[in-house]
């Protein structure tokens, strides 16, 4: 008679606990897709930022060599054929540490809000 009973339980609870089981499922499932969708989205966005940065970069640092190239004397300049390179490249790793810094104090200020 127990046994009869068991099956009797399990066949009536069965059909409950699959269907429950089913929409977990499918709840968790969503809940992934929609991460992997968002993170897609944030590291898709970050790399096109990143991209579009470095063109801007290099536009800047072509108009800061021209830059320096007329402002050095030509003589100057023949003499020292690298040192128009060498101050563009000064001014543009000052300008890259203090973007840096700046950027990093946003960070953490974003970090110590959440």
Request: charged residues 25%; without cysteine.
């Amino acid at each position: 008679m127990p046994l009869k009973a068991a099956k009797k339980i399990i066949e009536e609870e069965a059909p409950d606990l699959i269907e429950k089981t089913i929409e977990k499922t499918k709840n968790h499932a969503r809940e992934k897709t929609l991460y992997l969708h968002s993170q897609f989205k944030e590291h898709s966005s970050t790399a096109i930022i990143a991209a579009l940065s470095l063109v801007i970069g290099l536009v800047w640092k072509d108009l800061v060599v021209k830059v320096v190239d007329n402002l050095l004397k030509p003589h100057i300049a023949s003499r020292y054929p690298y040192l128009s390179e060498l101050i563009t490249a000064v001014i543009v790793t000052i300008f890259a540490i203090l973007v840096m810094a700046f950027v990093s104090r946003w960070a953490k200020k974003e970090e110590k809000k959440s």
